[in-house]
């Protein structure tokens, strides 16, 4: 993983901890400036509670997390950026609230 200085977040709702991103998303936000704003805007819908692809369930899931400070989950979906047929990022926010990691599905 690959700590990432340059993403920000705005009104978190919680600790991120360190953020980090897989060398997957690294590698294609550092080549496409469109998928790093998407990475950015995806981590701030994250931090503000908004989970994005995920069903109702899991949704739920993570609104009770927020409670309990167990693991969060999101997943957001932009076809513009295909990686191996896959269009979507999780970010995953560890129990602890001590990192933030960004990937790609296949790369968990």
């Known amino acids: 993983?690959?700590?990432?200085?340059?993403?920000?977040?705005?009104?978190?709702?919680?600790?991120?901890?360190q953020i980090v991103a897989s060398r997957g998303v690294y590698d294609l936000a550092c080549q496409n400036p469109d998928f790093a704003w998407f990475v950015q805007e995806s981590l701030n819908c994250h931090v503000k509670g908004e989970w994005g692809d995920v069903g109702?369930?899991?949704?739920?899931?993570?609104?009770?997390?927020?409670?309990?400070?167990?693991?969060l989950l999101s997943a957001y979906n932009d076809d513009r950026f295909?990686?191996?047929?896959?269009?979507?990022?999780?970010i995953i926010t560890e129990a602890d609230r001590s990192a933030t990691t960004i990937l790609f599905p296949d790369e968990y």
């Open 56 to 71: 109702d369930e899991d949704k739920e899931t993570n609104d009770q997390a927020l409670k309990q400070d167990t693991r």
């Open 82 to 90: 295909p990686k191996n047929g896959v269009a979507t990022i999780w």
């Open 1 to 17: 993983m690959i700590t990432i200085d340059t993403l920000f977040v705005i009104n978190a709702v919680f600790n991120t901890g």
